[in-house]
């Protein structure tokens, strides 16, 4: 008996400690949201710390601007106090009054300003030490990437809002301006958010919010990092005043199936025609980056100089590539 019972006798396991902790301490418990499972507890937990990080990072970074008749935001290009600001803002306002997040008032002068980009640049005299913001290349947005918009942190007057890029290709018009290219998105705007930074959730700038000159909240949208940043570097070297002109390709496109912006029409006379790119032809790169998409090429044109050549790669019908040197013209 003793020894059919050995030959019977089933193999004794012991539960490990992760089992042990699985068994004291279990998992939040699924939770169904008609066909989507959501997990409760220690997810948001992980969303919210998040969300935290993100705005603390770029708090130092953002200022409040104040004029004497509007109130909003802009972004450190530098230690110094050179600050980026929406055009739109500031227009007609001298001087003005930036506060950090910590707290330090400076006096600052408008040096540029564009405002068919609704770009302008505020300098500040006697700051040092103060955290530049991080800057993304904006021509990697995809519609569906969450962003957190982040204005000013100084209290009582920190704005912050989270909600995903809901398109690349937005277009805004206030008075005798219309912008385009702009990234819209999800994430409430409302009156004194506008210069707050869009940021990815690595926490970089991929674009600068605006709600035009009449401060409207209907749509959030942000012009993209890569214009800001070209814009305020052309001012910068142009001292005060207006900016003269940006680039432009001089092409209409739409997403090309499989990646790329397929060219639907060519402005006659334009830097493409003159070229001789041709409607059909898909767009692939300009200068050396990628164009995943139509938005790609708008927010890479508004990152050269008027005159400057780029080379233009592109995918014509047949299948066969090309690189095509072109002049930019000035919109």
């Excluded at 418990?29 to 705005?55: E, F, K, M, N, Y």
């Excluded at 230690?79 to 008032?105: D, E, F, K």
């Excluded at 990815?200 to 000159?213: A, E, R």
């Excluded at 397929?262 to 200068?287: E, H, T």
Aim: charged share 10%; net charge neutral.
């Amino acid at each position: 008996m003793a020894a059919l019972l050995a030959a019977c006798t089933i193999p004794v396991r012991f539960a490990t400690p992760e089992e042990v902790r699985q068994a004291t301490a279990p998992s939040p418990a699924p939770v169904s949201t008609g066909g989507s499972t959501t997990i409760v507890g220690g997810g948001l937990d992980h969303v919210q710390a998040d969300l935290r990080r993100l705005i603390a990072q770029a708090g130092p970074s953002v200022v409040r601007v104040e004029t004497a008749s509007a109130t909003g935001s802009g972004l450190l290009l530098d230690a110094a106090g050179t600050i980026v600001t929406p055009a739109s803002l500031v227009a007609g306002a001298q001087p003005v009054t930036i506060t950090t997040a910590a707290g330090q008032r400076y006096a600052g002068t408008v040096s540029g300003s564009d405002p068919a980009s609704d770009v302008a640049v505020i300098r500040v005299s006697g700051a040092t030490g103060l955290a530049a913001a991080t800057f993304a290349d904006s021509g990697t947005v995809q519609v569906g990437d969450v962003v957190v918009a982040v204005g000013n942190q100084l209290p009582p007057s920190g704005t912050a809002s989270q909600g995903i890029v809901s398109g690349t290709t937005g277009t805004m018009s206030a008075g005798a301006v219309t912008l385009t290219g702009l990234i819209t998105t999800t994430a409430p705007m409302a009156a004194g958010t506008s210069g707050s930074a869009l940021l990815n959730t690595t926490g970089q700038v991929v674009g600068m919010t605006t709600l035009g000159p009449d401060g409207s909240p209907a749509l959030g949208v942000a012009i993209p990092s890569n214009q800001v940043k070209t814009v305020a570097q052309k001012l910068l070297a142009g001292g005060s005043g207006t900016q003269a002109g940006n680039a432009y390709l001089g092409v209409s496109v739409t997403d090309a199936s499989g990646g790329g912006a397929l060219i639907q029409s060519v402005a006659a006379g334009g830097p493409a025609a003159r070229a001789g790119i041709q409607p059909g032809w898909v767009i692939v790169a300009i200068g050396g980056q990628t164009v995943p998409n139509a938005a790609a090429v708008g927010q890479i044109v508004a990152g050269r100089a008027p005159g400057q050549q780029v080379t233009v790669a592109v995918r014509l019908p047949n299948g066969s590539s090309r690189s095509i040197p072109v002049v930019l013209g000035t919109a």
